[in-house]
């Protein structure tokens, strides 16, 4: 499968994006799926997560402002993020990880850019 990512661009602090990541087909196998993101100089960690029954989970300072959606008709994930802060400055990347091979797919990445 590949991964479309798609929805980053430049913000002020407070405001909203919201990214989604369009698979090239059925995701309904795929579990979890979610979104990493990196800066520069550091390792990708992991900001939210969202099985096939749609349990999330989220990095523990993103929960209060980040919501993570799935809709597997649309073979799509979505990230809303919302209060955005400089410190959401980061490549965004979703990926996929389909259990029966064990192996996880990535988007490109989409660049979020939160200015002060």
């Known amino acids: 499968v590949q991964l479309q990512a798609s929805g980053g661009g430049s913000v002020q602090a407070g405001g909203s994006l919201r990214l989604s990541c369009t698979a090239s087909?059925?995701?309904?196998?795929?579990?979890?799926m979610g979104w990493y993101r990196q800066t520069p100089g550091k390792q990708r960690e992991l900001v939210s997560s969202?099985?096939?029954?749609?349990?999330?989970n989220y990095a523990e300072s993103l929960r209060d402002r980040f919501i993570i959606s799935r809709d597997n008709a649309k073979n799509t994930i979505n990230l809303q993020m919302n209060s955005l802060k400089p410190e959401d400055t980061a490549v965004y990347y979703c990926?996929?990880?389909?259990?029966?091979?064990?192996?996880?797919?990535w988007g490109q990445g989409t660049q979020v850019t939160v200015s002060s």
């Open positions: 990926y996929a990880f389909f259990a029966p091979s064990g192996a996880d797919y």
């Open positions: 087909g059925s995701i309904f196998g795929f579990s979890p």
């Open positions: 969202i099985t096939n029954d749609h349990r999330a």
